[in-house]
Structures are given as structure tokens and as C-alpha cells.
């Protein structure tokens, strides 16, 4: 039940009045989510509450905010030219005037991935569209229109103002799989709304619990009985006044043979690590998120842990990467060879031994250049003379003979003996010239 329905933004009917009770916790709990089959509210902003899931969707819009991306152009069938002054290159680098490209990315995955929806109102100018303005998923409301199969989008702002805008107004990124066609999935409100339940439920229940100082309930024993159940009550009020509120660690003297005997839970059931555990794996699963990657190091070594986080970037970034790929493809691009794509290869990077052993067999092997080596490490380049490819001299062409590539080595034998002339003289450079004859 939402705290709106209070002041008449969505107002409850006859019976639903008459059965409310305003010491139910439900009945403050966020506007919109849903209950659960353990009769927990849940909502997206209190899920967040939930350190995990928390960590989930801060890890999924961050890793993929931090990837370098652009706008490609298609130039012949093996060309690729990146295209830096495109306008949607332009667009995502500076969406609106108050996000940088970085939190726009960073809000469009987060609320992919917690609400299942990324909305974005388009601001045109002269027929191009000049910036984005992200809206909030739970104020948005997809219509479909019956005869045209168009949707249009439903929006009420935060100051109460309603609009309606029509498809092309709209970016709108659903998650699959869709609901009635319209709208995305949400992991937290749908798919794993049992298990953000449980652990709402863990959480509150360890609250009060620790609240009470987590101290265990105890029983007392005796031979033999009160004379009353007035003495029997007023000796129990004064346990209570030990036992609870800032006196409970004072020391005590028991009468009447009175043997104490401790219940409830042991230090280490009152922190739920196992239960905690296994709950944090389970919502980790709802984002395909590695155990390493939330804490949970039980079976980690430095082998596995390598290879999850290979996982990482092709089971669980890539659906999203080409999920928003796609979307910027079909609704902000125009021409058919154009196309936006996020580079990946800073997250599948080596250690700088394996990374230097890599470039150095593409070096070897004639298809990477000096300078395409730099240009991967964010280095500048060293000039022409860096764009030179290498081929091994035991690999030649098919059907190349050695008297093809005679031509080409004397050439170059011959540049080596003009600039050791040029620059060689007196008669100590005799010997190395004629070394350098000899050998050609």
C-alpha cells in the first residue's frame, strides 16, 4: 500500500478503508513494488538496501560506464573508421547539461537493471536530436495504441505534471523478456522478488535482534516453588529489570537455589553466516554476478577467479553491451553502415608480462605494427616508421618463390651500405664497410 494513497493520489475504496491498520509496516512501505509470498513489501529503493544487491548494481553500471565507446563507420569489407565528431558520439559524450557521458551510462544500466526500464525524453533541435533527458522508470506508464501498434509514453514528473509523449520523443531500452510486449522485466520486482524478500526479512529480523543487543533469552531453575503467583510475578519483573535495558550486564545474586540455563542463538547463529551466504549467492545469480565479485571468496584462487572474470565480461556485460549497442543502432542512427559499439579489451587485459608477450608474437607474426601496439596501451605513437609491419623470412606467400623477394632485400642491403658511407669514414670504418659488402 503506498504513502500516496494517504493524501488521496490513489484513493482506497470502502473496504479496503475499513480494514487498513496503521500499525502495519506495509502500509508506510515506498509507492509501488509488490509483496511477497512471505508478506514482504519490496520496492526497488528499499532492495537497494540490501548490501548485495546494492553491490550488484553499482559493479554492472560502473564496469560498463567505464568502457571507452564510439560511434563506426563501415568503410569497404575490412575497413572500420571510428567517427569522433558523429552526432550521437557527440550526444553520448554529452547527453544534457547536467550529466556527463559517464552518469548517464552509469543511471541507464542501473536502471536496466534494477527496474527493468531505461526511459530518455529526446530534446530535438533542427531535426536532430541534441540531448537526453533521463526519466524515472516508476513515473512512466507504456501505452500501447490499438489501431496503429504505436506506443506512447505516460509521463507524471516530480512536481505532479503529466505529459504525453509519443514513440519517436521517447528512447526507451525494455530488458527481455517483455511484459505484454511493452515494458522489460525487472530482476528485483519479478524474477527475484522471493529472494530481495528474504533477505529484506533477514535483514529486519537481524535488526531487532541486535537492537536488543542480540543477548539470548534465559530460563531459571529451582528445588523448590514461590509461595504466590504475586512473589512469583514481582521476582520476574525484577529479571526483566536486570536482564534488559542498560542494567542487563550487571552482576546479579540468585536466591532460592535459582540455576540460570541460557537459550536462543550462540554468537555465531546471531550473525546468519551460512544463511547469509547462500542468500547472497542467490541474488548474485538474478545478474549472473561471480561470487568473487560480491565477497564470497570460500572457493577462490587466483586461477578461477581469472578465468570468472573472463566469464564476467562475456556472460554477463556483453548481453547488456549489445542490448544498448542495439538500441542506439535502431533508434539514434541513421545510415545502415554506421554502428556504436564499447570496447571491451581494457576489462580482458592481462598482466603487463602476458599483455608484452601477446604484442610481441602479433609483432612477430606481421599483424600488428609498432604503433598499433602503443595505440592499444593509450600510448603515442613513434611516426611513419612505426605503421611498418613485419614478416618472418621462413613465411612467404603461397606460390612466391625466393627470387621474388631478392629484389626487395637488395634494396634495402643497399640503403644500409649508402648511410654507412655516408656516415662512416677514416680508415676504423673501412673494416665494418667491407664487413657490410661482404655480407650483401
Not at 527493468?116 to 495504441?145: S, T
Not at 541474488?283 to 561470487?291: D, E
Amino acid at each position: 500500500m503506498g504513502i500516496l494513497k494517504l493524501f488521496g493520489g490513489d484513493r482506497l475504496s470502502a473496504a479496503e478503508d475499513a480494514q487498513r491498520d496503521a500499525a502495519d509496516h506495509r502500509f508506510f512501505e515506498d509507492h509501488g513494488g509488490a509483496t511477497s509470498e512471505i508478506d514482504v513489501h519490496v520496492s526497488v529503493s528499499r532492495a537497494r538496501k540490501v548490501p548485495v544487491v546494492r553491490n550488484c548494481l553499482s559493479l554492472l553500471a560502473g564496469s560498463v560506464a567505464g568502457l571507452e565507446n564510439g560511434v563506426f563507420r563501415r568503410v569497404g569489407e575490412d575497413r572500420v573508421e571510428r567517427r569522433v565528431d558523429h552526432p550521437v558520439a557527440k550526444l553520448l559524450r554529452n547527453p544534457n547539461p547536467r550529466q556527463t557521458g559517464f552518469d548517464f551510462i552509469y543511471q541507464m544500466v542501473d536502471d536496466l537493471c534494477a527496474e527493468g526500464d531505461f526511459y530518455a525524453e529526446k530534446v530535438f533541435e533542427g531535426g536532430e536530436v541534441v540531448a537526453l533527458w533521463r526519466m524515472e522508470p516508476h513515473r512512466v506508464v507504456v501505452e500501447e495504441l490499438a489501431d496503429l501498434r504505436e506506443r506512447r509514453y505516460r509521463f507524471r514528473d516530480r512536481w505532479g505534471r503529466e505529459r504525453i509523449l509519443l514513440a519517436d520523443e521517447v528512447w526507451h531500452i525494455a530488458l527481455p523478456p517483455l511484459m505484454d510486449d511493452l515494458k522489460g522485466t525487472s530482476p528485483i520486482l519479478v524474477d527475484g522478488r522471493e529472494a530481495v524478500a528474504v533477505a529484506i526479512a533477514l535483514q529486519r529480523y537481524a535488526n531487532t535482534l541486535f537492537k536488543n543487543d542480540a543477548t539470548p533469552a534465559y530460563a531459571f531453575s529451582m528445588e523448590g516453588h514461590f509461595a504466590d503467583a504475586e512473589s512469583k510475578e514481582n521476582w520476574t519483573r525484577s529479571m526483566l529489570r536486570r536482564l534488559t535495558g542498560r542494567r542487563r550486564h550487571q552482576p546479579m545474586a540468585l536466591e532460592y537455589g535459582m540455576k540460570p540455563h541460557r537459550l536462543g542463538l550462540t554468537a555465531e547463529e546471531a550473525q546468519f553466516l551460512e544463511t547469509r551466504k547462500e542468500l547472497w549467492l542467490d541474488l548474485a545469480r538474478l545478474w549472473r554476478v561471480p561470487p568473487h565479485k560480491v565477497g564470497i571468496l570460500d572457493r577462490a584462487t587466483f586461477s578461477n577467479i581469472e578465468h570468472q572474470s573472463l566469464e564476467f565480461v562475456t556472460d554477463t556485460l556483453r548481453p547488456i553491451l549489445e542490448l544498448i549497442e542495439r538500441s542506439v543502432g535502431k533508434f539514434l542512427l541513421d545510415l545502415p553502415d554506421e554502428y556504436f559499439e564499447f570496447n571491451v579489451e581494457s576489462l580482458l587485459r592481462g598482466d603487463i608480462k602476458a599483455r608484452y608477450e601477446a604484442y610481441s608474437i602479433a609483432r612477430q607474426w606481421g599483424w600488428m605494427s609498432v604503433n598499433d601496439v602503443l595505440r592499444m596501451e593509450h600510448r603515442n605513437g613513434i611516426g611513419p616508421a612505426g605503421d611498418r609491419y613485419m614478416e618472418p623470412l621462413n613465411m612467404v606467400p603461397v606460390g612466391a618463390g625466393a627470387e621474388e623477394r631478392k629484389p626487395e632485400q637488395r634494396e634495402a642491403i643497399d640503403k644500409s651500405i649508402a648511410f654507412l658511407r655516408g656516415s662512416v669514414g677514416g680508415k676504423k670504418g673501412k673494416p665494418r664497410l667491407e664487413l657490410v659488402k661482404n655480407a650483401a
